[in-house]
């Protein structure tokens, strides 16, 4: 089945204590990306990877690393958490880079930063 | 920069009535258009796309959004809404290249019984 899978499902971790949200595709896609979703905002882009080692910053990625060493992989790092980084994590890739290809979204990560 | 606007954060219709939910967007060129729906608890999934080839565009679930230019607007119906459209859906634009996908922020929308 085709599928983008993100681990964990729900977090809660404390300020400061390093974390990684992992990111997984199945469908050899090039392009993965990482959003958060706060009420009210919608969707925000933080970084963004158009193949393996390829990666750059989308429009919040402050706080946040990744890296992009395999093309199925596309972990989210984040070094020193605080709290204004609580907030639900999706994971999404698609195949191209025409902007005209549909983004297949992970089931999303609950974060918490106490 | 591009944006999208969704107009009203929740839309409440009864069951049966026309579903609206507004989209504009702000672009120099003309953009690649989508609607996610978000069902709760769970990732985002493509309603809908735009893709030049025609102005109204027919999804999943009975949707469909016309694409108007002169008013830089991409809003979705349903001419009858049934309890399991119930969920937040979002418009969303992706630039020229691809790398960068604006999103709105969301509509939820209830559907009365």
């Known amino acids: 089945e085709a599928q983008v899978t993100q681990n964990p499902r729900y977090l809660i971790t404390v300020t400061g204590k390093k974390l990684t949200v992992t990111c997984s595709q199945n469908?050899?896609?090039?392009?993965m990306s990482w959003y958060r979703q706060d009420p009210g905002l919608g969707l925000r882009q933080i970084y963004y990877?158009?193949?393996?080692?390829?990666?750059d910053k989308g429009d919040v990625p402050e706080g946040y690393k990744v890296s992009r060493k395999e093309k199925r992989n596309f972990p989210l790092i984040l070094e020193s958490p605080s709290p204004n980084q609580t907030s639900l994590y999706f994971c999404?890739?698609?195949?191209?880079?025409?902007?005209?290809?549909?983004?297949?979204f992970g089931s999303g990560t609950q974060l918490s930063v106490l | 920069a591009q944006s999208v606007t969704q107009l009203g954060s929740h839309v409440s219709v009864s069951e049966g009535a026309l579903v609206l939910l507004r989209c504009n967007y702000s672009?120099?060129?003309?953009?690649?258009l989508f609607w996610y729906v978000q069902y709760p608890n769970q990732g985002l999934q493509l309603l809908l796309k735009?893709?030049?080839?025609?102005?109204l565009v027919k999804g999943i679930n009975g949707f469909e959004a016309e694409f108007k230019k002169s008013e830089t607007s991409f809003h979705l119906t349903k001419p009858s809404a049934h309890m399991s459209d119930a969920a937040e859906y979002f418009c969303?634009?992706?630039?020229?290249?691809?790398?960068?996908?604006?999103f709105g922020a969301g509509t939820r929308l209830f559907v009365k019984a």
């Open positions: 999404a890739s698609s195949f191209g880079q025409t902007g005209n290809e549909k983004l297949f």
């Open positions: 469908m050899n896609h090039e392009y």
């Open positions: 990877s158009m193949n393996v080692e390829v990666t």
């Open positions: 672009s120099s060129v003309p953009p690649y």
């Open positions: 735009y893709t030049s080839a025609a102005t």
């Open positions: 969303a634009v992706t630039n020229t290249g691809g790398f960068k996908t604006i």
